[in-house]
């Protein structure tokens, strides 16, 4: 287990949270900018201790990548769990972690995260693959966007922008969508990365993706999320929107 992981999760809280299925979601909407109305929501995985307090999904995930078959059974519980309570008349957007969708071990049509996803409707969900900082996971997502297109199930790239990850072309030019990282907000007076910026999402535009801005808190953020020209937001502006499910 790594120091930050260390610091941050004792391994007694890890194997409760594990052990008893301390679960959660919370499922984020996505608002339209032309309309402001809610288009969609994020199903973001959530942890509980013993005292029902929250444990951070980073350092859960961090730990768990030590136990690709924990991973991978904690991850497909999250995903069930998130498919069962979402909202059947929204588009649902679901993060997928690469290691775990390969721990199982299976061949790709016999996934059982492809299956769930199958089993729940394709046309109504959008798979979110994390942005990282190793080829190998660039070359995981590929091979998993193909699985995906094969059964008409949209992806999106996630944390695009984010400053500890690495952007994979052939990874961007495949994807339907487009998810800026909230570091877009941060640095929105660097003229130089706004630059960057535009042309990402002229690109998606171009190429008949759509784009979303993560981490809207305010109302300026929102006006900044305009004079890019994106096309929806998300973030804690929202949050009376939220929906949450307990364990």
């Not at 194997?15 to 288009?39: C, H, K, M, W």
């Not at 046309?123 to 966007?145: C, G, Q, T």
């Not at 994979?168 to 990282?181: A, G, N, R, T």
């Not at 910026?197 to 690109?203: N, S, T, Y």
């Amino acid at each position: 287990m790594n120091a930050q992981v260390q610091q941050g999760l004792s391994t007694k809280t890890l194997f409760e949270v594990v052990e008893a299925g301390r679960f959660g979601v919370e499922y984020q909407p996505i608002i339209s900018l032309d309309s402001g109305e809610t288009f969609g929501f994020e199903a973001l995985s959530r942890f509980y201790d013993a005292k029902g307090a929250s444990v951070r999904p980073d350092y859960v995930y961090a730990a768990l990548h030590e136990s690709p078959m924990t991973l991978f059974q904690v991850e497909f519980a999250q995903k069930q769990l998130q498919l069962e309570h979402a909202d059947r008349d929204a588009l649902l957007f679901v993060n997928l972690d690469q290691d775990a969708f390969y721990a199982c071990q299976r061949d790709t049509l016999n996934n059982p995260f492809i299956n769930a996803i199958r089993q729940y409707g394709h046309h109504r969900v959008v798979v979110e693959l994390i942005e990282n900082s190793e080829i190998n996971d660039a070359l995981k997502s590929l091979s998993m966007i193909a699985a995906f297109a094969a059964m008409d199930v949209p992806t999106a790239l996630d944390d695009l922008c984010n400053p500890q990850s690495l952007m994979s072309i052939p990874v961007m030019q495949l994807v339907e969508w487009i998810k800026l990282d909230k570091h877009v907000l941060k640095v929105r007076h660097d003229e130089r990365m706004m630059l960057f910026v535009r042309k990402l999402i002229e690109f998606a535009h171009q190429t008949d993706k759509k784009v979303i801005l993560e981490g809207v808190e305010t109302q300026e953020d929102l006006a900044f999320a305009q004079i890019l020209d994106v096309d929806y937001v998300q973030g804690f502006l929202f949050r009376e929107r939220f929906v949450q499910v307990m364990p």
